[in-house]
C-alpha cells in the first residue's frame, strides 16, 4: 500500500482510538499506562518473548523482557484497587510468522472490568464495536454477535462430541478417523485437538458477523476459571471474517490454583526452551499472593490492528501499520 492509503489507516485508527476512549471514560474506567518492560512474565510456553539487559553502573545488571501483553502489571493495579481499567499498549511476541496477519510488534487494547464476568464482557464488547466502529465498517466487523460453544463447533464442522471425548485416546482416536495424520511421538490432548480444531472447525467458522466462541475445554490451561457444571474454562475469543480478534478470562482469583498454574507451567516453559535455546524469562512465583483479595473480575484483550483490518475491510495487516517488520528487517 502507498503512503496515503497508510495515512489514510492512521486517520482511522486515531478516531476509533478516540471513540474508546470516551467509551471507557464514560462509564468510570480508568486509562492507565504500564511498563512495555518488565523483570518478569506470566509464564505462556505458547508465546515466546524478547529479551534485553538493563545495565547500570550502581545498580548492575537484569535481564529484562518486552511484554507480550499488559496483563502482568495491570492485574497488579487491579489487586490494589483500581477499580475498571483499560489500556493501549504496544506488545512483542517472537518466532510468530510473518504474515498477513502477524506481526511481531502489535497494538493491543486490554480492559479489565471489576464486578463482571465473562458473560457480561461480551454485552460490554459488543456495545464497545456498536458504539465505536468506523462508519464504512463491513456487516462482518459489526454486531450483533453470534456466540456459540467450542462444544458446538466441533460437533458442528467435525462431528465430535467433547463431552464424550475427555481422555486423549478418546480424541486422538477421532484425529485419526478424520485422516489426520500420526502424531510423532506422544501428543497432549491440547495438541490433539488443537491440530482437529485448526484444521476442520476455525476455517469453518461463520464469517457474515462477529463470532464468540466460548466455554474452552478445561485442558487447555489458562488463568480462567472452571464452570461448575462441565470440563469447560469460562473464557472466549472473538473471531471477525475468520480471523480472531479478541480473548477474554472470567479471571481465576484461586491462589493456590494460579500458584499451580505458575509453576506446572513453568516447568514446562523451562523443559521445551532447554531443549530450543529460546529465551527462558524470569517467573515471579509469588505473584498468586495479588490474588488473596482480587475481587470478581473479567478481561478482555484485543489486537487492534486486527480489528482496524476488519473495520477497514483491509485484508493484510501491513496496510493499517506504517512501518511492518517485514519491511524494517530488509
Same mark, same amino acid.
Given at each position: ?5 497508510? $495515512?489514510? #489507516?492512521?486517520?482511522?485508527? +486515531?478516531?476509533?482510538? +478516540?471513540?474508546?476512549?470516551?467509551? &471507557? ?32 553502573? &550502581? ?14 502489571? /495491570? ?24 504474515? =498477513? ?6 497494538? /493491543?487494547?486490554?480492559? !479489565? ?16 464495536? @456498536? ?5 464504512? #465498517?463491513?456487516?462482518?466487523? $459489526?454486531?450483533?454477535? =453470534? ?9 458442528? !464442522? ?6 464424550? %471425548?475427555?481422555?486423549? =485416546?478418546?480424541? !486422538? ?35 457474515? =458477523? ?15 476459571? @472452571?464452570? *461448575? *457444571? ?7 475469543? /472473538? ?6 480478534? #479478541?480473548? %477474554?478470562? *472470567? ?45 470478581? %473480575?473479567?478481561?478482555? #484483550?484485543?489486537? /487492534?490492528?486486527?480489528? $482496524? ?22
Amino acid at each position: 500500500m502507498n503512503i496515503e492509503d497508510k $495515512l489514510n #489507516a492512521a486517520r482511522s485508527r +486515531s478516531k476509533m482510538y +478516540s471513540s474508546i476512549r470516551s467509551f &471507557f471514560d464514560g462509564r468510570d474506567y480508568l486509562e492507565v499506562d504500564t511498563p512495555t518492560l518488565s523483570p518478569d512474565l506470566i509464564p505462556e510456553p505458547t508465546i515466546e518473548n524478547f529479551s534485553t539487559t538493563f545495565r547500570n553502573e &550502581f545498580m548492575g545488571s537484569k535481564d529484562l523482557y518486552l511484554i507480550p501483553s499488559p496483563e502482568v502489571y /495491570m492485574k497488579r493495579l487491579i489487586a490494589q484497587g483500581s477499580g475498571s481499567i483499560y489500556e493501549f499498549s504496544h506488545c512483542f511476541r517472537n518466532s510468530e510468522q510473518l504474515g =498477513r496477519i502477524h506481526n511481531i510488534e502489535f497494538s /493491543m487494547l486490554e480492559y !479489565y472490568s471489576v464486578g463482571m464476568d465473562e458473560k457480561d464482557s461480551i454485552k460490554l464488547t459488543e456495545e464497545l464495536i @456498536n458504539e465505536t466502529h468506523l462508519p464504512d #465498517a463491513p456487516d462482518y466487523a $459489526l454486531p450483533p454477535f =453470534r456466540v456459540m460453544s467450542v462444544n458446538e463447533a466441533m460437533k458442528k !464442522y467435525c462431528d465430535i462430541d467433547l463431552d464424550k %471425548c475427555q481422555s486423549q =485416546r478418546a480424541l !486422538y482416536e477421532k484425529a485419526l478417523k478424520l485422516g489426520l495424520s500420526e502424531s510423532q511421538g506422544r501428543e497432549s490432548w491440547e495438541q490433539t485437538f488443537n491440530r482437529i480444531f485448526l484444521t476442520f472447525v476455525e476455517p469453518n467458522l461463520p464469517q457474515d =458477523r462477529p463470532l464468540v466462541l466460548d466455554k474452552y475445554p478445561s485442558q487447555i490451561d489458562c488463568l480462567a476459571t @472452571n464452570y *461448575d *457444571d462441565g470440563p469447560y474454562k469460562r473464557r472466549w475469543e /472473538m473471531y471477525m471474517g475468520g480471523n480472531e480478534v #479478541a480473548n %477474554c478470562y *472470567d479471571e481465576l482469583k484461586d491462589v493456590e490454583k494460579i500458584e499451580e498454574y505458575y509453576r506446572k507451567e513453568y516447568a514446562k516453559l523451562v523443559r521445551e526452551r532447554s531443549e530450543t535455546g529460546t529465551v527462558i524469562p524470569d517467573v515471579d512465583l509469588d505473584f498468586a499472593s495479588l490474588f488473596e483479595n482480587f475481587p470478581q %473480575c473479567s478481561g478482555v #484483550a484485543i489486537g /487492534m490492528d486486527r480489528l $482496524l483490518m476488519s473495520q477497514m475491510n483491509i485484508p493484510n495487516i501491513e496496510g493499517v501499520i506504517f512501518f511492518p517488520f517485514s519491511d524494517i528487517i530488509h
